[in-house]
């Protein structure tokens, strides 16, 4: 599973490419909002950065004003996706940019003919917002569940990206219903470490070391 991380925070992305655990990064509007940094200097910065698809949103409503802006956007770095809502105008703009050559994430997907429609739209990513259908009493697994049966009884090879993911648990259940890339804040990213036996077992080991007067260097 590839581990896009969800932000625009340069030093949370840092931190995480270091250890080898970012194969992407995701942003959107809130999250660019959120930095405080204007969309294409930082976009460039994490391009700069990571190697894997940068998503940078668009930010009009109407196909050919998305398509500029895709257009701009592709030439902040070669591993830019645009990302597009999926709307009947975010599809005719996946269709147009993903024709360009240019990789494409839809987003704000909420329902499996939805990610039937952006597949058709030759998007090279779908994002399911699982944490916001978890928000209305709506399992978001289910939506990752039946994108996967669809997908693969017609071999779409558009990738599954789960996204809104907001528990490690999210992480799991993704990785397990077979989501090809999770995207995730930072910190949700650094909580899947934990694990209450491992930290007993560390104090247990901690208390003989000490005890025994163990020493390697
Ligand atoms: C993904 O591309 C989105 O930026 C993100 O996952 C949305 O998450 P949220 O529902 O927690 O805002």
């Known amino acids: 599973m590839k581990f896009f991380v969800d932000t625009a925070e340069i030093d949370a992305i840092a931190e995480l490419n270091d250890l080898g655990m970012v194969d992407g990064v995701t942003t959107n509007p809130s999250l660019i909002k959120k930095s405080g940094r204007d ?17 940078a949103e668009v ?11 895709g257009r701009k956007l592709v030439e902040i770095a070669q591993n830019i996706a645009v990302k597009v809502p999926l709307t009947w105008d975010g599809l005719k703009a ?9 990789m494409v994430n ?6 499996a003919n939805q990610a039937l429609l952006a597949a058709k739209a030759g998007a090279t990513f779908i994002s399911p917002f699982i944490g916001r259908l978890d928000d209305i009493n709506i399992d978001g697994m289910d939506l990752i569940a039946d994108i996967r049966t669809i997908y693969d009884n017609y071999g779409f090879d558009t990738q599954i990206l789960a996204a809104s993911i907001r528990t490690v648990n999210h992480v799991t259940q993704s990785a397990l219903l077979g989501a090809d890339v999770m995207t995730a804040p930072p910190g949700v990213i650094k909580s899947m470490v934990n694990h209450p036996l491992t930290d007993k077992g560390l104090d247990t080991f901690l208390a003989d070391i000490k005890a025994a007067g163990i020493k390697i260097l």
Do not use: N, Q, R, Y
């Open 106 to 111: 839809v987003t704000l997907c909420f329902s």
């Open 59 to 69: 930010t009009a409503t109407d196909a050919d004003e998305m398509i500029a802006e």
């Open 94 to 102: 996946c269709k147009a940019l993903s024709d360009d050559g240019h």
């Open 39 to 55: 969309i294409i200097e930082v976009t460039k910065e994490i391009c700069a950065l990571v190697d894997g698809p940068v998503s």
